[in-house]
């Protein structure tokens, strides 16, 4: 089964920063435009943030706009997600997937937890 595959959470404090990472292949990298989403305990999916696949155009929600950064290697399959002052609303299990997302290529997720 085709996924993404999310890497770079963990354990940090408030106002620190972290840079998440996600690869996929390149059938439904390349050539589509990416996002990131994330899930807080006992919430639903949100949209984060999207990236053209030129990487030409990004988009953040307002709630973290001014913090978090969205950018992409398209030689590496690569989607990245600078995140930064990390609060503790920021903890949740983070993911990427095409933007729109593609039900069946989301992965585990890499979890995020800030706290003091």
């Known amino acids: 089964q085709v996924q993404f595959v999310e890497s770079g959470g963990g354990l940090v404090q408030p106002g620190e920063s972290l840079k998440l990472s996600c690869t996929g292949p390149?059938?439904?990298?390349?050539?589509?435009?990416m996002g990131w989403y994330r899930q807080a305990p006992g919430d639903q999916r949100d949209f984060l943030a999207a990236?053209?696949?030129?990487?030409?155009?990004?988009f953040i929600r307002e709630s973290v706009r001014g913090r978090f950064n969205i950018s992409r290697d398209n030689d590496k399959n690569t989607l990245y997600l600078q995140m930064n002052s990390l609060k503790s609303e920021d903890t949740a299990v983070y993911y990427c997937?095409?933007?729109?997302?593609?039900?069946?290529?989301w992965g585990r997720g890499t979890q995020v937890t800030v706290s003091s």
């Open positions: 997937n095409n933007y729109p997302a593609v039900p069946d290529y």
């Open positions: 390149g059938n439904i990298f390349e050539r589509f435009d």
């Open positions: 990236i053209s696949w030129s990487g030409t155009t990004t």
